[in-house]
């Protein structure tokens, strides 16, 4: 279960990630770094960097509980056929 | 040798959705979102070769030759970011309620959030006009690369009616399942052929660090971003991968998930696709500088077709048509699919014409929409200009402009059916406006400041959503409930 520390952490890191996008440091510089100009690397590696951090983010907050709460109920046996009409029911009854 | 690589493959595709169309249950659900059964590795490939179209081989290697490396942080490494987080924070739960509530379209969805015909009508409208540029831009590309990389043999409506020709066959078979299926197949080949098409040409070009030697010593522009990418341009630009949140096609995908825990898959490895084939593309389109110097407008366009007739003629300009090919299809596929959806549910099943349908009514009806949209399409590619392929980032902007009201229906309990439709015609009338001023210029910008159009029309989208919510009278409990726990 992801606690709100956790999740709380986790949604910052995401908004440092994208503060970290742009990365006006490296605007001019052709310095190469891995085999490739510096600003093509440092956004290959700003990916690698997500792929990790939304690994941690499934791992540690996922919102199962609530997604599965959202999910399970009236099933989706009802699926084509009533679905849209059993959401309807509440306007019709208020 | 080109065209019987290209004919081969699409045999492959056709087998691979025939074979898929077996498993084809006779409902509805089975048929538009694959029966909810969709895996993580399927789920990860068919939303990838969805979102992906011709443009990450060809436009990308296009707009690097002309702008270099910054194309990979402007276009890539941006939707690497924002599309997962979309997933981890939309997707899931679309999937979630959508699962629960039966739901097969985003106009479904808008209608049970707000209990409102209307908001749900106007966003069919808008969701179809943003979507048809979409699909025109793919049936034309496919009609224009094949008759690139056979030096004019093939005419381009050739090209265009084979990729209608299959998609019809596949989609109308098979489904949604067939159309995740051959989609993992497509995006595996479009995956590997642009990464061995790079490994050949740079190859030949002495490798990677010889290669960037000689575009420094004539281009060195082209290795930083310098004067060409504005940084308020990088900035604002990471509202445009947004647009994964409100495609129509993505969202029928997101519902076919087998489980929640399906979504893993796409969230954390969607950036290692997109580097996969960005890198290769941007890193071809730069070298391209180094034979083909000067290239001006539409004639850079075929940069990446140039360099494979140079270095590596007739198996890989065969191999790299199939893989643009699979790029197109992988997305029309969905696109019609989602559009043969909607106008069978949203229209036709909801407003009862002839009545209640049953599920085998649903599934011939989808069948004919998917026929309808793709013939349709097909008739438009042969009499529209190529200055349609300007129209994409205006799509683009339109539906990451729309997102504000899918999180809105997800997160906010008191937003209304009159904010959502406020949000809907502030876009409508933003986009409109910035359209007008800034179509046919690639690097348009708000007052030219380098700020895109996306960003204020997000904003006012924002704005009218928050503005007519609060004027309005509060939903009721039981409704939003159903959606927000």
Not at chain 1, 40 to 48: E, N, Q, R
Not at chain 2, 77 to 85: D, F, K, N, R
Not at chain 2, 374 to 385: C, G, I, R, T, Y
Not at chain 2, 440 to 446: A, E, I, L, R, T
């Amino acid at each position: 279960m992801a606690t709100t520390a956790t999740r709380r952490l986790a949604y910052a890191t995401l908004a440092v990630l994208y503060l970290l996008h742009n990365d006006l440091w490296f605007w001019y510089d052709g310095d190469r770094f891995l085999g490739l100009p510096i600003g093509l690397t440092y956004h290959l590696l700003f990916a690698g960097a997500v792929v990790l951090t939304m690994a941690w983010l499934v791992r540690s907050a996922w919102p199962v509980a609530e997604l599965d709460r959202l999910a399970t109920g009236s099933g989706s046996a009802q699926a084509a056929n009533g679905g849209e009409r059993e959401a309807r029911a509440p306007e019709a009854k208020g | 040798m080109t065209l019987t690589i290209i004919l081969g493959y699409l045999l492959a595709v056709l087998l691979i959705g025939a074979w898929s169309s077996r498993r084809l249950a006779a409902t509805g659900e089975d048929f538009f979102v694959a029966g909810r059964t969709i895996g993580p590795f399927v789920l990860l490939m068919t939303l990838f070769g969805t979102h992906m179209t011709s443009f990450a081989l060809l436009g990308a290697s296009a707009e690097s030759y002309r702008v270099g490396i910054g194309v990979f942080s402007l276009m890539a490494s941006s939707s690497a970011l924002m599309v997962p987080i979309v997933f981890f924070f939309v997707g899931t739960r679309v999937w979630a309620v959508g699962s629960r509530l039966g739901l097969l379209t985003q106009v479904q969805f808008v209608r049970a959030r707000w209990g409102s015909d209307g908001v749900g009508l106007l966003l069919f409208v808008v969701l179809v006009v943003l979507l048809a540029p979409y699909l025109l831009i793919g049936v034309m590309g496919g009609g224009i690369t094949l008759q690139q990389i056979t030096d004019g043999a093939a005419p381009p409506w050739l090209g265009s009616l084979l990729i209608c020709g299959v998609v019809i066959g596949y989609v109308t078979s098979g489904g949604l399942r067939g159309t995740a299926w051959v989609n993992t197949f497509q995006t595996g080949m479009f995956m590997v052929l642009g990464a061995v098409t790079a490994i050949l040409i740079v190859t030949k070009l002495g490798g990677v660090g010889a290669a960037l030697d000689r575009v420094a010593a004539s281009r060195p522009d082209l290795l930083i971003r310098g004067d060409a990418i504005d940084p308020l341009r990088l900035l604002s630009y990471t509202l445009i991968p947004l647009s994964v949140g409100t495609f129509p096609h993505i969202f029928s995908h997101w519902l076919s998930a087998r489980q929640a825990a399906t979504f893993k898959a796409p969230i954390v490895l969607y950036p290692v696709c997109i580097a996969v084939v960005w890198i290769p593309s941007v890193l071809l389109g730069v070298f391209g500088n180094i034979d083909f110097p000067g290239l001006e407008g539409p004639a850079s366009n075929s940069v990446l077709i140039r360099m494979i007739a140079l270095y590596t003629p007739d198996l890989l300009a065969g191999l790299l048509g199939a893989g643009v090919f699979a790029a197109i299809m992988s997305s029309l596929d969905s696109q019609s699919l989602s559009l043969g959806t909607m106008f069978t549910q949203d229209i036709v099943r909801h407003y009862r014409w002839g009545g209640e349908l049953s599920e085998s009514r649903q599934i011939l009806l989808g069948r004919l929409f998917v026929v309808g949209v793709v013939a349709a399409v097909f008739l438009v590619s042969l009499v529209a200009e190529r200055s349609i392929f300007a129209l994409s980032v205006w799509s683009f902007t339109g539906f990451a402009s729309l997102l504000p009201v899918v999180i809105a229906a997800l997160y906010w309990r008191r937003s209304t059916a009159t904010g959502a439709a406020a949000a809907i015609v502030t876009v409508i009338v933003l986009w409109i406006w910035f359209f007008v001023r800034g179509v046919g210029q690639p690097d348009y910008s708000v007052g030219g400041t380098g700020v895109m159009p996306v960003a204020v029309i997000f904003a006012g989208s924002v704005a009218a959503l928050a503005i007519g919510s609060l004027l309005s009278k509060p939903p009721g409990t039981e409704r939003v409930a159903r959606f927000i726990p």
